[in-house]
């Protein structure tokens, strides 16, 4: 190529703007001095960040390509096909939009896609594991739409199809929702789809956390059996920040439409290209490797913090992430979470099924494979890091014992991090 690259400059940003590269710095320490458990986070590839920190930012391209309002966009359709090609080929859908913002963004078009205001909708509580986008009063879903949730089962904390099957008999929902943001075992997607033929609804998937193992043939995919599709490429993916829809080639139309112009504008073409990457990324035999890894690891993980007294929701996992109730060690999900931020383990508070506490306090967390995984721990680690939560999340604070033991803690998540750095210096070649 004749044009160098010009791309991220730190120096240029340093220059101009020394307060917000401090801050840019200091994230890049926490996230290399510090566990990430968060089951939605990752750690992108150098090749997705440069594609993020492209010029491409700088192009307008409200449309699709061969069919936009501006001027200029030859280069950006290039990148948006290879985008659209590669997410087609690598989960089999015959249409892909790939411009959603982000996977609510994602998950609006869909809803505007199929529903009216009014209508009902099915999906899962947003107490016992569904996201806010799933019916919530706080969200668009829950103020435009009439939302009807399904609970897991009490007793297994499993989902229940036959109740599923009633609430969708009973209040004959237009759309059903499958897909949850804090359920560690795998769904049933013909079950839905029987269910949503039954009764005439449109069955949409929110794949959002658990995409990068479909991807990788880890778990099943909803792909065959949803008419729609919604995805985040920044969680399991390892992609940049954003959406994603699959779909059926009749309702691309319909898609295309909702995403834009009706929900969004301008496309984020740089984001658009970094998903290419993330999805070339994902294509190849390592990423597999990596995904077979991550359920490894949740595995253990759950498996390891059982052994440590903390009880799994459901029993185990079969995904990325474990969701740990901690009332057996009569700690709440607020306490653990402080406790272990104070060690430098990030993870988050999270409501259990049935959960007695408001969901600012919780009785449980959620913990994660995907960040760890990245950056190359197994088994071994996984043992490490369950020994060193429960630790952490027995720690009073402010105690003189429990201050010293969160102290301790720390110390010895910076040897474990040491050992298997986020973003290693590059060598200079
Ligand atoms: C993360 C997530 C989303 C939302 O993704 P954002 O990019 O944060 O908007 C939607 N649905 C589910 C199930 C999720 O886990």
């Known amino acids: 190529m004749s044009t160098p690259f010009w791309g991220p400059d730190f120096a240029a940003l340093q220059a101009t703007d020394p307060e917000i590269a401090e801050i840019v710095l200091a994230e890049l320490d926490?996230?290399?001095?510090?566990?990430?458990?968060?089951?939605?986070?990752?750690?992108?590839?150098?090749?997705?960040?440069?594609?993020?920190?492209?010029?491409?930012?700088?192009?307008?391209?409200e449309g699709y390509p061969g069919r936009r309002y501006y001027g200029g966009c030859a280069q950006v359709d290039r990148a948006e096909e290879l985008a659209v090609a590669r997410a087609r080929a690598l989960f089999g859908a015959e249409h892909a939009n790939v411009q959603p913002y982000s996977g609510a963004s994602a998950n609006l078009a869909a809803y505007a896609a199929f529903c009216q205001p009014g209508d009902r909708v099915l999906a899962m509580d947003l107490k016992q594991g569904g996201h806010l986008t799933h019916g919530s009063r706080a969200n668009f879903s829950g103020r435009w739409f009439q939302a009807i949730s399904y609970p897991v089962r009490p007793d297994d904390e499993l989902i229940d199809y036959d109740q599923i099957r009633d609430l969708a008999i009973t209040y004959e929902p237009r759309m059903i929702i499958a897909g949850a943001t804090a359920y560690p075992r795998l769904i049933d997607f013909p079950a839905f789809r029987e269910i949503a033929d039954e009764i005439g609804a449109v069955l949409m998937v929110d794949a959002a956390h658990f995409i990068g193992l479909v991807a990788a043939g880890v778990i099943p995919s909803p792909v065959p059996h949803a008419d729609v599709v919604t995805l985040t490429t920044h969680k399991v993916l390892r992609g940049p920040r954003g959406g994603m829809i699959l779909s059926r080639a009749e309702h691309a139309k319909a898609l295309d439409k909702a995403v834009f112009p009706f929900t969004q504008g301008g496309p984020l073409m740089h984001a658009v290209a970094a998903k290419a990457v993330a999805l070339k990324e994902a294509a190849t035999p390592g990423f597999a490797v990596y995904a077979n890894q991550v359920v490894a690891n949740a595995r253990a993980l759950s498996q390891d913090l059982a052994a440590a007294g903390l009880r799994p929701v459901s029993g185990g996992t079969d995904t990325h992430l474990a969701l740990l109730d901690l009332r057996p060690i009569g700690v709440t999900g607020a306490e653990a979470e402080s406790r272990c931020e104070a060690a430098h383990i990030t993870l988050n508070k999270n409501a259990i099924p049935y959960d007695p506490e408001p969901p600012m306090v919780s009785s449980g967390i959620r913990v994660g494979s995907p960040y760890v995984t990245t950056q190359g721990m197994t088994e071994a680690e996984m043992s490490v890091i369950a020994?060193?939560?429960?630790?952490?999340?027995?720690?009073?604070?402010?105690?003189?014992?429990?201050?010293?033991?969160?102290?301790?803690?720390?110390?010895?998540?910076?040897?474990?991090?040491?050992?298997?750095?986020?973003?290693?210096?590059?060598?200079?070649s």
Request: overall charge positive.
């Open 30 to 61: 926490r996230q290399r001095t510090g566990l990430q458990l968060i089951a939605s986070e990752n750690l992108t590839s150098p090749a997705v960040l440069a594609a993020l920190g492209s010029t491409l930012s700088n192009k307008y391209a």
């Open 387 to 428: 020994r060193l939560i429960a630790r952490a999340v027995r720690a009073e604070r402010g105690t003189v014992r429990g201050d010293a033991e969160l102290a301790a803690v720390t110390g010895e998540v910076a040897e474990l991090v040491a050992q298997h750095p986020a973003y290693p210096e590059r060598r200079k």
